[in-house]
């Protein structure tokens, strides 16, 4: 059984586009009998752009709601939270020696931060030794990870690589596993969906804010009464994914004869997101409600997690010449 392990950075609610293109995908990655997940909230990752306490710990509930929400199974994998287990930052420092500095400083989403961010801390520079520590000390064989993820991949391979090379085989070299046709969902502006460009549809918003964020979707000006181009319509881009055959037909239909206006397909496609996400919007307000259900599962995956940490760092300590 192969070891599979991604980390989630807790930057705020999932929205639509994540949950398509990234939560969904993993867990039936992960309902393979042939892996083993390993699934974190890379909350000390978060630190290097979020100093708000609050922030942080009600991202990373959000985080954890949504997954289990989408039926993460948290008996067969093991989902914890990165800050419970301290060991990793220990691990970080070793292999931070084994990093050559240049190949951090050439980092290109480094660079893109330094260039974008008023304030650069060393958090940021250190951002792929974390990483790296992240992976390394759960012996993980393949880590999915999107295109922008992949030179932080093979930052981890060198640097896991270098340590063999110095102290004999010790850890994993794990590979990168990179989806390149994942669907891209488009935001309520029709660029892609992203935090960063403030067009993301949270779905597990109430209702009524719900509806209000389906109805900012942009299209153009066509009147009611005109044929419309479904294709080019961001409206039914996002319904498309969600629907099946019959109603997409219709829609389509609908569109390209008339008659059918932008806001009825709007409210169809709020309908729809309300039907299709019942039990998770139901599950997730659960989850979000108890926080205290949520610590109790995050605490069974970090104990599973830790034993396996520390079975690891005490093999490092060794080979480094430490007393364990
Ligand atoms: P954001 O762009 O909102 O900050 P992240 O970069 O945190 O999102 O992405 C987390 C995961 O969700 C990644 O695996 C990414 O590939 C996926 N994802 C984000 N936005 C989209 C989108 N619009 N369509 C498909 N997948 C997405
Ligand atoms: N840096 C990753 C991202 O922003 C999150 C992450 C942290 C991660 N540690 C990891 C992903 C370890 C995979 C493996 O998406």
């Known amino acids: 059984m192969s070891r599979i392990l991604t980390g989630i950075q807790s930057t705020g609610v999932p929205h639509l586009g994540n949950i398509l293109g990234a939560i969904q995908p993993a867990i039936k990655l992960s309902q393979d009998s042939k892996h083993e997940a390993f699934l974190f909230i890379a909350d000390m990752h978060s630190l290097t752009t979020i100093h708000n306490a609050d922030t942080i710990r009600e991202n990373t509930y959000s985080v954890a709601a949504a997954w289990l929400a989408f039926g993460f199974d948290t008996n ?3 989902f914890y939270r990165q800050s419970d287990i301290p060991e990793v930052t220990e691990l970080t420092w070793y292999l931070s020696c084994f990093t050559p500095y240049p190949m951090l400083a050439n980092a290109t989403s480094f660079k893109d931060k330094a260039d974008r961010l008023a304030e650069v801390n060393a958090g940021v520079f250190m951002y792929p ?9 759960y012996n993980a064989n393949y880590v999915p990870v999107g295109k922008d993820q992949m030179q932080h991949l093979e930052i981890t391979r060198d640097i896991a690589s270098s340590f063999n090379s110095h102290y004999g085989e010790t850890f994993v070299v794990p590979e990168a596993t990179v989806t390149e046709n994942v669907m891209l969902i488009p935001g309520i502006d029709g660029q892609k969906m992203s935090k960063s460009y403030n067009n993301t549809i949270n779905i597990f918003l109430p209702d009524k804010d719900l509806r209000k964020a389906v109805m900012k979707i942009v299209t153009d000006t066509k009147s009611v009464d005109e044929p419309k181009d479904p294709d080019t319509c961001t409206v039914f881009k996002i319904y498309k994914l969600l629907a ?11 569109y390209m004869r008339g008659g059918y206006g932008y806001g009825t397909a709007k409210e169809a496609l709020f309908e729809l997101i309300v039907k299709k996400f019942i039990k998770e919007r139901e599950q997730y307000n659960h989850y979000m409600a108890d926080k205290a259900e949520l610590d109790k599962k995050l605490k069974i995956g970090a104990d599973k997690a830790r034993l396996i940490a520390k079975d690891t760092l005490k093999k490092v300590r060794e080979k480094l010449g430490y007393k364990n």
């Not at 030794?129 to 000390?137: K, N, P, R, T």
């Not at 099946?244 to 609908?254: A, G, L, S, V």
């Open 129 to 137: 030794v974390l990483m790296a520590a992240d992976i390394i000390l």
């Open 76 to 78: 067969k994998n093991t």
């Open 244 to 254: 099946d055959e019959t109603q997409i037909k219709e829609m389509r239909e609908n």
